[in-house]
């Protein structure tokens, strides 16, 4: 019995971690998924086999299962080099270090996505809350969620998991 109560305080403790700057996700219709329009690549599609050849066990379960990485121990949520961070399962390009931000939250956040249809959203009702999920356009890899108390312009935070990304330094 302790350890499920452990276990569940650590899940609620951790969402609210990446909520702590806002309790309200942007709102999309149920089930609806959110595209913010432009070109995306050719959808990349591959089993959960290979996946697991391409990517690291912590990579896999961020990016394929919508997993997360506990605050303040990813890569990237400290990294204040200029850049580009693409994603860590097909290389697309995502988000630039010019959108990125300080939000406390432990994770790398972001104001706003390097161009539109890099990304996409949909509605997420697990863990008893609603928010919106970010996933990459091209291959569906869960980055993390988006919430609507981040800075101007956008006044978005994309709170996102090192792990599904892969840092690009700019020289």
Not at 111 to 130: H, M, T, Y
Request: hydrophobic share 35%.
């Amino acid at each position: 019995m302790k350890c499920v109560l452990g276990v569940l305080i650590v899940a609620v403790l951790t969402v609210q971690g990446c909520t702590s700057q806002g309790r309200h996700a942007r709102r999309a219709g149920d089930g609806d998924t959110v595209n913010g329009g432009g070109a995306v690549a050719e959808k990349i599609v591959r089993s959960d086999a290979e996946w697991k050849q391409v990517l690291t066990p912590l990579q896999y379960n961020v990016a394929r299962n919508k997993g997360t990485e506990r605050a303040f121990t990813g890569e990237y949520w400290d990294n204040h080099e200029k850049g580009v961070y693409a994603c860590v399962c097909c290389g697309t390009d995502l988000f630039d270090s010019d959108t990125k931000f300080e939000s406390g939250s432990g994770w790398p956040s972001f104001w706003a996505p390097i161009a539109k249809g890099k990304v996409l959203e949909e509605v997420d009702n697990s863990l008893f809350i609603r928010r919106t999920e970010v996933l990459c356009a091209r291959c569906d890899a869960h980055l993390g969620h988006v919430f609507d108390d981040g800075p101007a312009p956008t006044g978005l935070r994309y709170c996102l998991n090192s792990a599904s990304l892969k840092f690009e330094k700019r020289p």
